[in-house]
């Protein structure tokens, strides 16, 4: 259960909370509506605030910016530690100052994430009179917002009521105060100090990232375990979720969810039920829906997490209709006893499978949902757009999860928020939704700003009241604060900065720049603004705004069209100087930029090393070098940026740094499991480090040498411990590689073509067959369509026939196999037995190569060694004809028109091999499968005139040839062959 503060007065806030009571809690504490001023006033609170008289010479300090406010209050916070005021003890001292920490942070929250607007001025609490005019407050703030700046990234600019968050920071951050083996919440608060912090990042940094983590695993040492119940730790494992998504840690996170809702004991699934989705469909089709249900009741007392209502109902955000003449406002579901379909649902998780709690569900009327499981849901959804939010099968599984949370019901206003914006980000890229999802976004945006304004966002007395797409509702008709923090950290919640942002976005990708443009100017995101310019091929527009953010103007006007802003820097340069030299350097393709990107963060900003090394990549090969050493500096700062690490790995290759590369692309397979082109280029790196020939020596080297004597018995242990290394274990390295890049790209024919090669370079006995069978079979799947037998590799398929028989008898292969009772009277039918491999490479001669081949006839005559090892000398005949055939018809021009000897020479070699290796071997035979009557008959031969086919062969190549050939070597072959067959 969330604990609360209670409606304290000021005066006995005291006294609050023994830290013994709190050691291991974890569910978030959360002040009521109306506790959050009475805390930041407390004596305690106004001490560190700065409001001591005694503090004046320290203020000095802050208003002349020789340190931050966020400074001044960690020093005071450390001070009133190490000596406590107010009759307090030390334990009652440090417990007050986490509320207030957290007061403080709430505050933060409810001012930019949720609202409703707070109902007193941050700054008439926390900041004292000396700093509180307009001009002293702005510095204030700005020397915070610089302070906030991490490894180069720096927040918003124009950060309202940054001040909160500042305070928070401070107290939540003390070492003091957040003891490892403190309380559990103070442990868990200073872990969402820093995640708050780094989702106010313009990028994710490895210092914030790392801190998070370090607190993520001591916090989970001491909630996963027996003695917590399940609901904490579901709630502990979805905010951890949470955080992996942000990191893109996708498979991380949904390994979380599942253990999460294992925890609650909460069902759900993804499946098919049968209905219509447009209203001009005929039958019912399956439709992808979540059926869900929760372990508890989700109507129980409203402290415990039940929605606030009105009148009867949940209060909720405002969801619009689609309004769309084809599209249903919401799929029409099939009832258990229709009869309008005569097909059977497709589900992506079977029916019979289900539950009976999710089986009896109706899914146009499934119960309300816990708000926590509400959140696993939009988490699980967030974790599947975090990698493709493009891909159109992406949005069809993701949909039915955001569906699932708002048709059921508003849980919580928070939550539903969250179901509407993840709804709308599905929705943007279909043109039937593409209008609601811009305008509930819209609305959503308006909403945010709506309840977040507050007096101090802008400075003013009177601020102007926000416009908004939709009607205000009442504050009866809106959650209270309280409500809408309950869930805050379980949710990947955006500030309303990012929100904006986000909606811009989308006017840019519909064409509406004008609009973009708007937002972003009134955002002063100056950076957006460029790269807006940028991409409608408006170049010099967007040199000038960044320009005018870093230099001093070259003339007396900067308000002159034709101003260049080419003078010096401007001092101080602003927070995000390092992000627009970068910028600035994409616009000018010149490196000095972000080598001074990398100068101004104080060699922190890994981008500005990843953008000196594409620039490197761009010029000729000697700059590799550089490339390489700019990679490499980067991750110095940032080691968990997957991009990085492959585009390093990419340069070692080139640079023939195989060790290194396969270092670099191991550390991008870490970081993401799914990145198939890093397989497979680490199993390229693999290869390298060991040439073939130089394993072939070392085999060849071990054959020679005498074989040592069998040991004794009680020496086997001890000679099976010293067994030899197995030589091609880089390659076996580099096949389980490659296989994992098969299995994620499983379409690319490159990957399986380079399966193939490696898995066939290592020669018998070590050959991995079924490797090189499978591969072969997907190429040939995969190419075949396109460039028929020419998918097939030859040498390769030369050596699976090779191996089949050499190493195998065929009658050893054979199975009996029962007749189907209906075939009275035959005899049980004898085939190969299947899964071996001999068996396999039968099946992909049968199935995938010979349907393939048109004009090879090495492939032909490979299927006549085939038909030879299962004993049908008519079909190795057949075969060996083809083959005859197809030289003949490749070689024809050549040979017989224009004079190519050896052109001819390939069509007596091929006509000499189908007369003594096909006719007159196999002519002779018995046919296969023939069984005479008894006593009847004699034994068919394959082929009773081969003699007669064989003349006619040689005759019709030697009356083709007498032109050009009479007389020749190839001549005189052919005539020695003719006598060979020209008896009877």
Known sequence: MAASLGPNHPASLNTLFDETSLKDQYDPIRPEDGEIKPLLELPLAREIFGYNPADGRSLDRVSCGEISYTQFVSEKTKAVISAPIGGLSSEQQKSQLLYIGLAALFAFLQSNVTGPPLEFRPTDVIVPSLLRSNTALRALRDKIIRDLSMDGVAVYKLTPNVELFAVARAI????????????????????????????MLSEVTSTLQDAIYNDLEAIGKRVLVDKTPGQEKGKFLLERATVHVHHG???????????????????????????????????????????????????????????????????????????????????????????????????????????????SLDPADQPMLDPVDSAILLAFAAAITNTTPENGLTREETAPYATRVLDGGSSNWQIYTQGLLLRSRIEGYRSRTVERSVLQMQALVDQVLADTATQDTQLSEAPQEPSTFLPRPEKEESASASDRLRYIWLLSFSTRWDLESELANRWVNLGGLRTALDIYERLQLWAEVALCYAATEKEDKAKLIIR????????????????????????????????????????????THYERAWEVSNRRYARAQRSLARHFLTLKPPALEKAADAYQKSLHINRLN??????????????????????????????????????????AAMLRTSEPSELDEQLEQERQQPQPPEPAADEEDDAVEQAPEDPYKRKREAIAALHRAAQLKNTDSRIWDNLLTVSASIPPPYTPFRDVI?????????????????????????????????????????????????????????????????GSILSLIETSVVPLITHSAPLWLLVATVERFRERPSKALEAHEKAWRATVASSTQGAFQMGDEKRWMEIVAATERLVRNGYAKYGPMDKEGFEAAEGEGEPELVAKDWRFKARSAVRGIMGKGKEFWEDTEGWERLKELQGEVGGR
């Open 172 to 199: 939540l951050m003390d070492a003091d105060v957040t003891a490892a083996n403190g309380p559990l919440l103070a442990r868990t608060a200073r872990m969402r100090v820093n995640f708050l912090h780094q989702k």
């Open 249 to 359: 840690f996708d498979a991380k996170a949904r390994a979380d969810l599942e253990q999460a809702a294992s925890e609650r004991n909460f069902q759900f699934a993804l499946t098919g039920r049968l209905g219509k989705r447009t209203k001009f469909q005929d039958r019912d089709i399956s439709q992808l829906v979540i059926l869900a249900t929760s372990a508890e009741d989700t109507g129980k007392p409203n402290d415990s997490g039940a929605p606030d209502k009105v009148n009867g109902e949940a209060v909720a955000p405002k969801k619009l209709d689609l309004n769309d003449d084809t599209l249903l406002e919401a799929i029409s579901f099939t009832k258990p006893d229709g009869e309008q379909s005569q097909g059977k649902a497709v589900s992506v998780q079977d029916e019979s499978t289900l539950p009976p709690a999710l089986a």
């Open 548 to 591: 005018k953010q870093l230099y001093q103007p070259t003339g007396l006007d900067p308000e002159d069209e034709n101003e260049k802003f080419e003078g010096p820097e401007l001092l101080p340069l602003p927070a995000d100087a390092p992000r627009l030299f970068c910028i600035l350097g994409d616009l000018e393709s010149d490196l």
């Open 642 to 683: 997957h991009g990085a690490w492959f585009a390093l790995g990419c340069v070692q290759l080139e640079l023939k740094r195989w060790d290194e590369a396969i270092e670099s692309f191991t550390r991008t397979v870490q970081l993401e499991d799914t990145d198939a082109e890093a397989w497979s280029n680490l199993a």
């Open 774 to 838: 499978t591969a072969q079979r997907k190429v040939i799947e995969l190419l075949g369509p396109k460039k028929g037998e020419k998918a097939i590799d030859i040498p390769i398929l030369g050596m699976l026939v090779d191996h089949l028989v050499t190493a195998y008898d065929y009658n050893d292969l054979l199975i009996e196999v029962a007749p189907d009772s209906s075939s009275a009277g035959w005899k049980p039918e004898q085939v190969v037995r299947s899964g071996t491999i001999a």
